[in-house]
Every structure is written in C-alpha cells, then in structure tokens.
T-cell receptor, first 113, second 112 residues
Framework: DAGVTQSPTHLIKTRGQQVTLRCSPK?????VSWYQQALGQGPQFIFQ???????QRGNFPDRFSGHQFPNYSSELNVNALLLGDSALYLC????????????FGNGTRLTVT | DQQVKQNSPSLSVQEGRISILNCDYT??????FLWYKKYPAEGPTFLIS?????DKNEDGRFTVFLNKSAKHLSLHIVPSQPGDSAVYFC???????????FGKGTSLLVTP
C-alpha cells in the first residue's frame, strides 16, 4: 500500500522564480494538506484541499497557491520565490473522517539561492 | 504566535528506562492532540492521538496523557529503545479534520 508520495525530493531555485511541488495521497485518502517546515521549527500549515477546493488556509501570502485534481493528487505552487521560502515542504493526506490522523510524505527540500 | 510549545529541545534517556516528553498549549479550543515521530530525511510518522474527551490513551509502549485544566499533554515511552531516538512533535487542532498546530519538537536520544 503506497503511502504519500512527493516529487521532487530536492529542488534548487533562484530568487524570483516559480516552483511547483507535487503530491499523491495515500490510497483511500481524499484530503491533502501542505506544510512548510523551516530548519529547527515544527511544520507550519499552509492550506488544505478537499473535493478540489481549498478548505482552510494558514497564514501564508498569496504567492502560495495550490490545486487538487479529481484523483485527489495535489500541487503546491510558490511564485516570486524569496530566500526565506527555503524549507522542507511536507504533504499530508487523510480520509477526511473525524479524528483521522494525517499521513505525511517525506517532503520536498526547496533551496532558494 | 506559538500555540503549541515543547520547551525541551532535547532529552537523553537510557535504554529500558521511561522517556517523558512534554507539551503545553495555549488555545483552549484545541480538541484533538497527536504525537508524531520524525527521523532525518523522512516525513513525520503518526504515533498516537487523544481527543479532548479522554485523559489517557495507550498504544503498546506509548501512552499519552492529557490534562485539560493545565493545557498540558505528555508522551510516555516505556521501555525506551534505541530505535526510539528521533525528533518528537506534539500537534493539536481545533476540530479534528483541520489544520494541525505543531510544536518545535523534542529530540530524544536513547542510549544503550
């Protein structure tokens, strides 16, 4: 049973560029959330997608946007990259049922130079 | 504004002894609490959870205690094993299906 898969695993971009990260949820899961984890910090919630719509959003600027596809996979897009966007980006999925824990992928390490 | 706080960045415990990891929170609306374990180069792995209607939940060697009046929860690992060495994150949410608020983590080292 495949868990949450993310691609790419590592990425290096230049300040001002745009980036797209991809996520496939665990089989049977329909809800996808994205988190940013800076060095030495806990993961910070970016947004959550359910039924192809953004259901909840954290305190991140509009440069961060996302999408969920009919097969429940998801993309995270970041425009006008800043040095401070360098972090581990984690995707997590759940089955949308109450008290269902999130299952995380291994993340995409983004470095902005 | 850090709503979930893990005030001990690191903890070292001998194999076979009890590990106690602590977590405090400030938002009284939190009703679902979880612990995750994270190894280097991997995503967080779910360990155990507890809802606000309970004060204790056990799963094998792992027990989570919730003290709502003190806004405090703890994770007990008994007995501790070297393979338990990892970073442990406490997380909480308002309404179980939504955003998780994480602490900064506690790095546990279990020595043989």
């Amino acid at each position: 049973d495949a868990g949450v898969t993310q691609s790419p695993t590592h990425l290096i971009k230049t300040r001002g560029q745009q980036v797209t990260l991809r996520c496939s949820p665990k089989s049977g899961h329909d809800t996808v959330s994205w988190y940013q984890q800076a060095l030495g910090q806990g993961p910070q919630f970016i947004f959550q997608y359910y039924e192809e719509e953004e259901r909840q959003r954290g305190n991140f600027p509009d440069r961060f946007s996302g999408h969920q596809f009919p097969n429940y996979s998801s993309e995270l897009n970041v425009n006008a990259l800043l040095l401070g966007d360098s972090a581990l980006y984690l995707c997590a999925s759940s089955n949308g049922q109450g008290y269902s824990p999130l299952h995380f992928g291994n993340g995409t390490r983004l470095t902005v130079t | 504004d850090q709503q979930v706080k893990q005030n001990s960045p690191s903890l070292s415990v001998q194999e076979g002894r009890i590990s106690i990891l602590n977590c405090d929170y400030t938002n009284s609306m939190f009703d679902y609490f979880l612990w995750y374990k994270k190894y280097p180069a991997e995503g967080p792995t779910f360990l155990i959870s507890i809802s606000s209607i309970k004060d204790k939940n056990e799963d094998g060697r792992f027990t989570v205690f919730l003290n709502k009046s003190a806004k405090h929860l703890s994770l007990h690992i008994v007995p501790s094993q070297p393979g338990d060495s990892a970073v442990y994150f406490c997380a909480a949410s308002v309404d179980s299906g939504y955003a998780l608020n994480f602490g900064k983590g506690t790095s546990l080292l279990v020595t043989p």
